[in-house]
């Protein structure tokens, strides 16, 4: 059973620059979030998604930061006119549907370390 | 609402001794606990998970933690450090819905 898988793996955009990270949660998992993780800053949620629905996103920026879990493909994070703030690690979890109420755990990506130049 | 303090962001132990990370919680209703470790251009990794059962949680690689609710800790031990146990080490915290709160994270430093 293959793992939640993260591309790229690394991203370089120019400031300005549009940049789109890709994430296909594990076989069976619905559920899927995103962290970014800053040097020295542990990890920040950003959003928590189920297909074609945003159920959290309290930990997204207003502005120039969306989020999508479509019917069909990965999850897709997408940041349009990079700054140089943006450069971070950007990790995509996902874990099964709470049945029970119960907390699953979620499972991580390797992410994608984004640069901006 | 709910919180994770990890006290330390550096912990250095020798080969073969005590490891011992540290974490308090915060939560409006009965917490559901993780460690998470992760290893330099990795994701995280799934250590244990204290979901309301045994106080006495065991995980992988030797790691065990204890849930505390009178003292809001849950902190990571493991009697005989390794080398390959040199990471960064993340508590998280859940109140049974599915958004999780983690801590800053400790960086553990085995010395040979």
């Known amino acids: 059973n293959a793992g939640v898988m993260q591309n790229p793996r690394h991203l370089v955009r120019r400031r300005g620059q549009e940049a789109r990270l890709r994430c296909s949660p594990m076989k069976g998992h619905s559920h899927v979030y995103w962290y970014r993780q800053l040097p020295e800053e542990g990890l920040k949620f950003m959003v928590y998604l189920q297909k074609e629905n945003i159920i959290d996103e309290s930990g997204m920026p207003k502005e120039r930061f969306s989020a999508e879990f479509p019917k069909e493909g990965p999850s897709i994070l997408r940041i349009q006119q990079v700054v140089r703030g943006d450069s971070a690690a950007y990790f995509c979890?996902?874990?099964?549907?709470?049945?029970?109420?119960?907390?699953?755990?979620?499972?991580f990506g390797p992410g994608t370390r984004l640069t901006v130049t | 609402a709910q919180s994770v303090t990890q006290l330390g962001s550096h912990v250095s132990v020798s080969e073969g001794a005590l490891v011992l990370l540290r974490c308090n919680y915060s939560?409006?209703?009965?917490?559901?606990l993780f460690w998470y470790v992760q290893y330099p251009n990795q994701g995280l990794q799934l250590l244990l998970k204290?979901?309301?059962?045994?106080?006495l949680v065991k995980g992988i690689n030797g790691f065990e933690a204890e849930f505390k609710k009178s003292e809001t800790s849950f902190h990571l031990t493991k009697p005989s450090a390794h080398m390959s146990d040199a990471a960064e080490y993340f508590c998280?915290?859940?109140?049974?819905?599915?958004?999780?709160?983690f801590g800053t994270g400790t960086k553990l430093q085995v010395i040979p």
């Open positions: 998280a915290v859940s109140g049974g819905y599915q958004k999780v709160t």
């Open positions: 979890a996902s874990s099964q549907t709470a049945s029970t109420g119960g907390t699953y755990e979620q499972y």
């Open positions: 939560s409006s209703v009965p917490p559901y």
């Open positions: 204290y979901t309301s059962a045994a106080t």
